[in-house]
């Protein structure tokens, strides 16, 4: 079965970093692209970035660009979101979500809290 | 940026009605649609995929249609467990979402 977990959501101050993880077990995690997507009740679902299987391509949106940084560690299994310079506007639910080609986010995990706010 | 535009927002109706909702994209995305379903505080879960392709496990009386710019998806008789809310995803040019239609009890 395949699972997806994220951890290290938390209340972060403005301005400050916060990194999230993504454990991923019952599928051969190497052979898939991967994603964080978040969802806050006033702009709902927005994807933010991509990471191809052995992670030699990355995109982001333009709203975390060059303040987020995805990665992953296939010998661990492990997916990770790199967040600075945090604003008000990034507090949201973070999931991560896996990327099968053709059919988009098929399996997602259950999310991580982030609350930016002093 | 491709944008999704779903209708309608809210949508209320009773057990056994046939339901539909309606996505437009910004701009031709071919079939590269896909929708979802998102109960509270639980993940989205995929039921439809390239329009009109139903994902492994989901219940037929779900259907999608639709190219281009104009998509539907279909519940054909509501159920109980299909109160939620439904998004429907562009995957053509990146990753673009709709705001969503939450489905109610009338």
């Known amino acids: 079965e395949v699972q997806l977990v994220e951890s290290g959501g938390a209340l972060v101050q403005p301005g400050g970093s916060l990194r999230l993880s993504c454990a991923a077990s019952?599928?051969?995690?190497?052979?898939?692209?991967m994603n964080w997507v978040r969802q806050t009740p006033r702009k709902g679902l927005e994807w933010i970035s991509y990471?191809?299987?052995?992670?030699?391509?990355?995109y982001s949106a333009d709203s975390v660009k060059g303040r987020f940084t995805i990665s992953r560690d296939n010998a661990r299994n492990s997916l990770s979101l790199e967040m600075n310079s945090l604003r008000a506007e990034d507090t949201a639910v973070y999931y991560c979500?896996?990327?099968?080609?053709?059919?988009?986010?098929?399996?997602w995990g259950q999310g991580t809290l982030v609350t930016v706010s002093s | 940026d491709i944008q999704m535009t779903q209708s309608p927002s809210t949508l209320s109706a009773s057990i056994g009605d046939r339901v539909t909702i309606t996505c437009r994209a910004s701009?031709?995305?071919?079939?590269?649609l896909a929708w979802y379903q998102q109960k509270p505080g639980k993940a989205p879960k995929l039921l439809i995929h390239?329009?009109?392709s139903l994902e492994s496990g989901v219940p037929s009386r779900f259907s999608g249609s639709g190219s281009g710019t104009e998509f539907t998806l279909t519940i054909s008789s509501l159920q109980p467990d299909d109160f939620a809310t439904y998004y429907c995803?562009?995957?053509?040019?990146?990753?673009?979402f709709g705001q969503g239609t939450k489905v109610e009890i009338k």
């Open positions: 979500a896996r990327l099968q080609s053709g059919k988009s986010f098929t399996s």
């Open positions: 701009q031709s995305i071919s079939s590269w």
């Open positions: 390239k329009a009109s």
């Open positions: 019952g599928f051969t995690f190497g052979n898939y692209e």
């Open positions: 990471i191809s299987g052995g992670g030699e391509t990355i």
């Open positions: 995803q562009q995957y053509s040019n990146f990753w673009t």
